[in-house]
């Protein structure tokens, strides 16, 4: 299978370049069955497009889980993002030009993103916490059954105020 030409090279990076060459789709085996491949297919769809537009339209929030944060740098659509994924593609997501965090949630603000898939739980319940508080959080959780882990990884930028609802908590 050969990818299309938009797909064989990284075009993201620092300014000034990488301090090694880009990946291309030769770095990545395209063995049938590979995580990569998999994901690789998602490229060749729409799904690259529909994403983009979502990350660019103004009070949207993108969540991803597993492997979905790699499409999303996969298709250069997140370089300079603070994105987590599964443990095993850090690394893949480091070489597209994301910002791998190793935790179970990352907060970069309208992109949020959960390690592997049983962190989809937590994901989903932080969503819940921070858009309608810790009281209807713990009341899904119960409901859930589940008991979520670990800490919600986010960078502190300190021209935003924190928010709850859509509403800043300051100001």
Same mark, same amino acid.
């Given at each position: 299978?050969?990818?299309? @030409?938009?797909?064989? *090279? ?13 990946? !291309? ?9 590979? *995580?990569?491949?998999?994901?690789? $297919? ?10 983009? =537009? ?6 949207? !929030?993108?969540? !991803? ?5 790699? %499409? ?5 659509? %997140? ?24 935790? $179970?949630? +990352? ?7 959960? @390690? ?24 899904? =959780?119960?409901?859930?059954?589940? =008991?979520?882990?670990?800490? +919600? ?16 908590? %300051?100001?």
């Amino acid at each position: 299978m050969r990818w299309p @030409a938009a797909f064989r *090279v990284c075009r993201c990076g620092p300014p000034g370049g990488w301090t090694r060459p880009a990946p !291309t789709w030769s770095s990545f085996p395209e063995r049938p069955g590979t *995580v990569t491949a998999r994901l690789g $297919r998602a490229l060749a769809t729409g799904l690259p497009g529909l994403m983009g =537009e979502a990350l660019g339209r103004e009070g949207v !929030t993108v969540a !991803t889980v597993c492997g979905g944060s790699l %499409i999303l740098a996969m298709a250069g659509l %997140i370089p300079g993002r603070h994105v987590t994924g599964h443990h095993m593609g850090l690394d893949t997501l480091s070489a597209f030009g994301a910002v791998a965090v190793d935790a $179970r949630v +990352v907060d970069d603000g309208d992109l949020v993103s959960g @390690a592997g898939v049983t962190s989809g739980l937590d994901l989903g319940l932080y969503l819940v916490e921070r858009d309608f508080g810790p009281h209807v959080a713990r009341d899904v =959780e119960r409901l859930f059954a589940h =008991e979520r882990r670990g800490v +919600v990884w986010r960078e502190r930028r300190p021209s935003t105020p924190p928010v709850h609802a859509g509403r800043p908590l %300051i100001g």
